[in-house]
T-cell receptor, first 113, second 113 residues
Framework: EAGVAQSPRYKIIEKRQSVAFWCNPISGHATLYWYQQILGQGPKLLIQFQNNGVVDDSQLPKDRFSAERLKGVDSTLKIQPAKLEDSAVYLC???????????FGPGTRLLVL | DQQVKQNSPSLSVQEGRISILNCDYTNSMFDYFLWYKKYPAEGPTFLISISSIKDKNEDGRFTVFLNKSAKHLSLHIVPSQPGDSAVYFCAASASGNTGKLIFGQGTTLQVKP
């Protein structure tokens, strides 16, 4: 069974530029999560989708971050414009229906200069 | 507001000995707790979990203990192996919260041969 796929693995941009990350969850998983992990901290949930609907985006900085999961499968997370403090690893995870174990992808490491 | 805390950033143990990783939480609504393990450049992988109706759960070399009155849980690894060297995250969720996980900061375990 293929795991959660994410791309790109690494991205370096300058502040005020925009960037997008892509995630393909495990086949059949209805719930998809985006986490931000700043160095030295644990992952922090940014947004949770159930199929293509948003369940929780309370910690998503909506002035600059956006996410979508149009067909209930793949998802993209966008930052526009990026700030220095957005430097982090962005992790995507999926679970069968939201109450089970979450499976994480390898993450995208973003560096904002 | 750090609801889940891992106060030891790092731990070093000798191969074959016991590793004990600790985690404290403040939110009394948490009723499900998990431990994730993370290797460099990989996403976190699920290790073991425990429901608040139990005080112990065991899986091979890994045992998690929960002390609800103290709002404290610990992960015991016996015997420790060099391959256990990784960052360990404690996470918690509250029922009816659609599986949202709150993570601690992580503890880096080094098992020396």
């Amino acid at each position: 069974e293929a795991g959660v796929a994410q791309s790109p693995r690494y991205k370096i941009i300058e502040k005020r530029q925009s960037v997008a990350f892509w995630c393909n969850p495990i086949s059949g998983h209805a719930t998809l999560y985006w986490y931000q992990q700043i160095l030295g901290q644990g992952p922090k949930l940014l947004i949770q989708f159930q199929n293509n609907g948003v369940v929780d985006d309370s910690q998503l900085p909506k002035d600059r971050f956006s996410a979508e999961r149009l067909k209930g499968v793949d998802s993209t997370l966008k930052i526009q414009p990026a700030k220095l403090e957005d430097s982090a690893v962005y992790l995507c995870a999926s679970s069968l229906s939201g109450q089970e174990t979450q499976y994480f992808g390898p993450g995208t490491r973003l560096l904002v200069l | 507001d750090q609801q889940v805390k891992q106060n030891s950033p790092s731990l070093s143990v000798q191969e074959g000995r016991i590793s004990i990783l600790n985690c404290d939480y403040t939110n009394s609504m948490f009723d499900y707790f998990l431990w994730y393990k993370k290797y460099p450049a990989e996403g976190p992988t699920f290790l073991i979990s425990i429901s608040s109706i139990k005080d112990k759960n065991e899986d091979g070399r890994f045992t998690v203990f929960l002390n609800k009155s103290a709002k404290h849980l610990s992960l015991h690894i016996v015997p420790s192996q060099p391959g256990d060297s990784a960052v360990y995250f404690c996470a918690a969720s509250a029922s009816g919260n659609t599986g949202k996980l709150i993570f601690g900061q992580g503890t880096t375990l080094q098992v020396k041969p």
